[in-house]
Structure formats: structure tokens, C-alpha cells
């Protein structure tokens, strides 16, 4: 019996040295290796294969719908970070101008973006911004050094509060007051002319309980504060000195279109101290002509967007929103 054993062991020991010099090269063994036993690398390359046309369209194909999914959820996310960016800042403003008021009993920041005098000259009246965030294309040192930056600087001494994340390049300022809010502008059919003493400020006409044009906090009765519009994102430097918003008529100014920089929609802040964002209802509001205007300075070119002409809905999304921000802007309607 261990005799046998022997043999085994013998025989066992011969067929692996067998297999063994089969595997080496130029050992004449056969031309393949056993297919039980992991060849060496240089043999292994024989095995290795490349992708088909095929195989590569399809992975080419999967790159291509994810990222055709992926970039617009990525566009959107930007969207709403940069919207939450400017929905603060306009918080900070609407608050800012709250402060002035309570410092000046109650009289609301005059509106627009300049400094105006009174005709006699005894009387200096500073807008809510100044003319340093007017000049277009301007560094920020070039901003700072600036000292006419306006009443509400001293509430608000950050430059970025005052311009949109997607404003228009070039436009440090993005932000307007609505027209009735102390307007230097006078819109026809909403304030008392000859009423405003030296401090150039006519009276609002009064309808009910709806003071038109605001110039102090006591005016705002009805609606309510929550619901009197104060600063509106315009994407860009208005040409006028503030947003301008007409009251008899059911159209929209053509030096003041409805901004859409923010996916279709707009931000605006209230007179409360909140502000909200609004997706505007109807395709016209969104796709009504407009023009890119440009003006130029010694120094720099500036481009801004204005209507073709003045504009009236001709659907009823269209006039939803526009009499929309016509009763935020002036408390009701004037037709």
C-alpha cells in the first residue's frame, strides 16, 4: 500500500513539472497554455479586447443625457441661489428706508437717483442712491471714493446690497424705487400739484382710503403695507429715476419694461419690509418687443432695455400682470 502511494506522489510530481515547462516560454510546449492555469502577463495581453463603435455611442449617448439633464437643474440652482442673493438685498433696502423714515418723522426717502435743491437753494434733498452707483462701468474703489452715494448709505455701507447677482454687466446699481414712492416724477392723475412746500414734495391724491403717491409711512392705510410695492429689481440702471408704472392707462412704459432676468419673473419688496418674488402669467409679458439701448461716457460704453414703444396687453394674462404690479405700485386702479 505505501508502495502504491509512492507512485502517486511520482506521478503526480512529473505531470506538474510538465505543466510547468509548457507554461515557460521557448520551452517548446504546446502553442496554448492549459486553460486551468493564469498565464503570465505577456501572454495575457493576447487576450484583451477594445471597445466596438457600437459600445462607444452608447456610453457617448448616456455622457450626453446626463448632462442634458444635469446642466439645466444646474442652471436652476444658480438661478435660486442668485434670487435668494437679491431677495435679501432687497429686505436690507426696504428696511434701510423704514429706518429713514422713523428718523424723519415718518417722511418717506425721496425717490429717483439724484440730488435735487429746492429753488430758493436753502434746501438740499438727497435721493435714496446717489449719483456714484449712476456712472457706468466703475471700479469698486472708484464707487467708494465717490461721497454722493445717497441717503440710505449711511444703513446700508455695502456696494454689492445695491446690485443684483444677475444684473446687467457693467451696472452697479440694479435696483429702482417705484414711482410712487416720493417719486421726483410726477405721474398724471396721482398727486396734488403745487402742494410740496420747499421740499418739492406734492401731496398724494387720496381715493377712499388709498393715498396714490406716498410721502410719508402715515399714508400707507389701505391696502395695507404688505401690499404697497417699494423697490422692484430691474436687472439694470434705470433711465429714468425710478420704475415707472402709469396709472389711468392699461399699458406698460417703454422706458420701464417688465424685468424677466430672474427666470421670467421679477423681485420687488413691499413697504411692510418683506419681498417676494413673482413669476410673471402671461408669454407677452415675457416676449413683448424690446430694444437694447447704449450710451457711452468719455470712458465707457453701457447697455440697457426698453420697450419699442409704450406697450398694452392684448391677452388676459398679459393685463393680469400688469395690473398687478399697478396695485402694488399704487394701491388700486386708475381706469
Same mark, same amino acid.
Given at each position: ?7 502517486f506522489t511520482r506521478l503526480g510530481r512529473r505531470i506538474s513539472q510538465q #505543466? ?26 493576447? &487576450?484583451? /479586447?477594445? &471597445?466596438?463603435?457600437?459600445?462607444? +455611442? ?23 441661489? #442668485? ?11 426696504? @428696511?434701510?428706508? @423704514? ?43 472708484? +464707487? ?7 441717503? +440710505? ?50 401731496s398724494g391724491i387720496r381715493v377712499g382710503r388709498t393715498v396714490l403717491r406716498?410721502?410719508? @409711512? ?8 404688505? #401690499? ?25 412704459? +417703454? ?5 424677466? =432676468? =430672474?427666470?421670467?419673473?421679477? /423681485? ?5 419690509? =418683506? ?25 465707457s460704453t453701457v447697455y440697457w432695455e426698453r420697450l419699442e414703444d409704450d406697450?398694452?396687453? #392684448? ?17 388700486? @386702479?386708475?381706469?
Open positions: 500500500m505505501m508502495r502504491e502511494m509512492r507512485g #505543466q510547468g515547462t509548457e507554461l515557460r516560454p521557448g520551452s517548446g510546449g504546446g502553442k496554448f497554455p492549459n486553460p486551468t492555469v493564469v498565464p503570465p502577463l505577456e501572454k495575457r495581453r493576447y &487576450f484583451l /479586447t477594445a &471597445f466596438t463603435l457600437i459600445e462607444l +455611442l452608447v456610453v457617448i449617448s448616456i455622457i450626453s443625457l446626463l448632462m442634458a439633464i444635469l446642466i439645466p437643474v444646474l442652471g436652476r440652482a444658480r438661478e435660486l441661489g #442668485q434670487r435668494a442673493v437679491c431677495l435679501s438685498n432687497l429686505r436690507q433696502l426696504t @428696511l434701510a428706508w @423704514l429706518a429713514y423714515a422713523d428718523e424723519h418723522d415718518s417722511k418717506i426717502v425721496r425717490g429717483g437717483g439724484s440730488t435735487y435743491k429746492s429753488t430758493i437753494g436753502r434746501l438740499t434733498l438727497e435721493s435714496w442712491v446717489g449719483p456714484a452707483f449712476r456712472s457706468p462701468n466703475k471700479s469698486r474703489s472708484e +464707487l467708494l471714493e465717490n461721497p454722493r452715494k445717497g441717503a +440710505l448709505w449711511p444703513w446700508i455701507k455695502d456696494i454689492d446690497v445695491y446690485r443684483c447677482p444677475r444684473g446687467r454687466p457693467g451696472h452697479a446699481l440694479t435696483y429702482a424705487t417705484v414711482i410712487a414712492a416720493n417719486s421726483s416724477s410726477k405721474v398724471e392723475g396721482t398727486c396734488m400739484m403745487g402742494t410740496g412746500g420747499l421740499d418739492l414734495t406734492e406716498l410721502t410719508k @409711512l402715515t399714508d400707507i392705510v389701505s391696502p395695507g403695507a404688505a #401690499q404697497r410695492a417699494v423697490f422692484i429689481d430691474t436687472g439694470q440702471n434705470t433711465t429714468g429715476s425710478d420704475f415707472y408704472v402709469y396709472y389711468l392707462y392699461p399699458k406698460w412704459k +417703454l422706458s420701464s419694461p417688465p424685468p424677466i =432676468h =430672474h427666470r421670467d419673473g421679477v /423681485t420687488l419688496s413691499m413697504a411692510d419690509g =418683506h419681498a417676494e418674488y413673482w413669476k410673471w402669467k402671461g408669454r407677452e409679458t415675457v416676449n413683448m418687443p424690446r430694444r437694447l439701448m447704449m450710451g457711452r461716457d468719455l470712458t406697450y398694452e396687453p #392684448q391677452t388676459e394674462d398679459g393685463l393680469h400682470d400688469l395690473q398687478r404690479l399697478q396695485r402694488a405700485t399704487w394701491g388700486r @386702479l386708475g381706469y
